[in-house]
């Protein structure tokens, strides 16, 4: 069993280390030329404007659950607000090209044309709702830093520009030291609790027997929530349920449950956000997830 357990971990850290890389850059890359200001004009504010605005983005940044939690915690420390961080966290890891074509070749235009606008739809109502919560969150926000060069404003503040050597090294710097800081612990966390859950929890032939009606549904949340899947990787295994006899509704709540609940995320959010934040957040996606999956099957 630790043979099997070290198996796992290091398959999903080879899996998840691009994305990780990918996203630790870019949200370097947000830090030092986006300006405080820009963030938070445009998601900053409490409409649907930013919430659209980020989940959009979302759709489009070409990184998975692990590689989002250092953009969203980025944006956040810059002045977006709640509402648009969560739904940049439910858009990006429900989305993305080639998981779209790989859903598109396993179960059809439909198929892929709907779950891409159920991701957009369930970003946008958490987003809206996330905007009404209030919390106290753990992060220390950006707003003392100068929009230009990205030090502290002090009293006697001078505004000078860097040299491109220069925010290269910040660049790096943020990315690769100060965001592991940040959330690396929570991140090594969830990779061993799914390597652990894919140990001592395999799924196995009993599911095509038990697999039907509101069970379907039950097993797509509970399974979801437990399992670290990623979108692409985890359309086949979907598939193959299907085929197994889980109804296509629930086959599309898994797939809309799974990459986005990861266990780093989870603890992200808790950490940063708090216990009540990350409730509501899971008891959205949760609820989303089976309304527009029974929606797909009854349509």
Same mark, same amino acid.
């Given at each position: ?188 966390? /969830? ?21 039907? /009606?509101?069970? /379907? ?27 197994? /006899? ?54």
């Amino acid at each position: 069993m630790i043979s099997e357990f070290f198996y796992h971990f290091q398959h999903y850290f080879l899996e998840i280390l691009p994305a990780l890389a990918i996203g630790f850059l870019l949200s370097g890359i947000i830090h030092e030329f986006i300006p405080t200001s820009w963030v938070e004009k445009h998601l900053g504010e409490k409409g649907i404007k930013p919430i659209l605005y980020s989940t959009i983005l979302g759709t489009v940044v070409p990184v998975c659950c692990w590689g989002s939690l250092p953009l969203a915690i980025t944006f956040y420390t810059k002045g977006a607000s709640l509402g648009p961080v969560l739904a940049f966290l439910i858009a990006t890891p429900a989305t993305s090209v080639n998981a779209l074509i790989v859903v598109w070749k396993f179960f059809g235009i439909n198929f892929a044309v709907y779950i891409f606008f159920a991701a957009i739809v369930m970003g946008v109502i958490a987003g809206l709702i996330g905007n009404m919560l209030k919390f106290k969150p753990n992060i220390k926000l950006n707003n003392k830093t100068c929009p230009h060069c990205n030090e502290e404003k002090q009293e006697n503040h001078i505004c000078k520009t860097k040299t491109i050597i220069e925010k290269i090294k910040l660049v790096l710097k943020f990315a690769y030291i100060d965001m592991p800081k940040e959330i690396g612990l929570e991140t090594l966390a /969830g990779l061993t609790l799914a390597a652990l859950v894919s140990t001592v929890a395999p799924v196995g032939i009993w599911i095509k027997n038990y697999l039907y /009606g509101i069970y /379907g549904y039950l097993f797509a949340v509970i399974f979801g929530l437990i399992m670290y899947m990623c979108a692409t990787m985890s359309v086949p295994l979907v598939y193959a349920l299907v085929n197994q /006899g889980l109804n296509i509704g629930a086959g599309l709540t898994l797939l809309l449950i799974g990459p986005i609940t990861s266990y780093g995320t989870i603890l992200v959010i808790r950490k940063e956000f708090g216990t009540k934040i990350l409730l509501v957040y899971l008891g959205i996606i949760c609820l989303l997830s089976l309304i527009l999956g029974y929606l797909f099957e009854v349509l």
